[in-house]
């Protein structure tokens, strides 16, 4: 989440992490943008203490960190083009997050090239919880299937790449 984010997203954000604890979810908040203009964990840290008990956050994790957790989790949700893309290629369900008219275009434009149904799409903060109950009932094997695609498509960039090296 980034740090344009306002308190009232925030607060939004919590609101609509309360209901997907509801549903059952547990809610691990972590930091993914720590270079400049980013800054997270202070947008994260609002949300930690506006939500309801059992919220937690990582508040210093390392690459490693952020691949187990995003994934073993059952579901990302976020603004990170990083976190959603670790999703994906784990084949989990995830929710790329907007508030207001402030989108990531790249993040945008991942999601629209290579995604599938409602994974592409960006979604308002206060659509979360309906959002995610919708995401997590796409089949995960069509997901997984995706997933499957897109790294096929990246050995045989890779592949041509080699193909080009070689020949020079």
Do not use: C
Not at 10 to 23: D, F, G, P
Not at 28 to 34: E, I, Q
Not at 80 to 96: C, V
Not at 114 to 141: C, F, M, Q, Y
């Amino acid at each position: 989440m980034n740090i344009r984010f306002s308190d009232r997203a925030s607060k939004e954000v919590t609101a609509q992490l309360n209901e997907v604890r509801k549903l059952g979810f547990r809610i691990a908040l972590l930091p993914l943008g720590f270079a400049s203009g980013h800054y997270d964990q202070f947008a994260l840290r609002r949300v930690l203490k506006q939500g309801d008990e059992g919220f937690w956050i990582l508040r210093k994790p390392s690459v490693v960190d952020t691949t187990y957790l995003i994934s073993k989790s059952a579901a990302f949700i976020g603004t990170s083009l990083h976190g959603n893309i670790i999703a994906e290629a784990y084949g989990n369900p995830h929710l790329a997050i907007r508030y207001g008219d402030y989108t990531i275009p790249k993040l945008q434009k991942y999601l629209h090239t290579w995604e599938i149904g409602d994974l592409r799409t960006v979604v308002d903060v206060e659509h979360i919880s309906k959002s995610l109950r919708a995401a997590v009932n796409i089949p995960r094997g069509l997901i997984s299937d995706n997933s499957t695609r897109l790294r096929q498509l990246v050995y045989e960039n890779f592949d041509r790449i080699f193909e080009v090296i070689e020949q020079e």
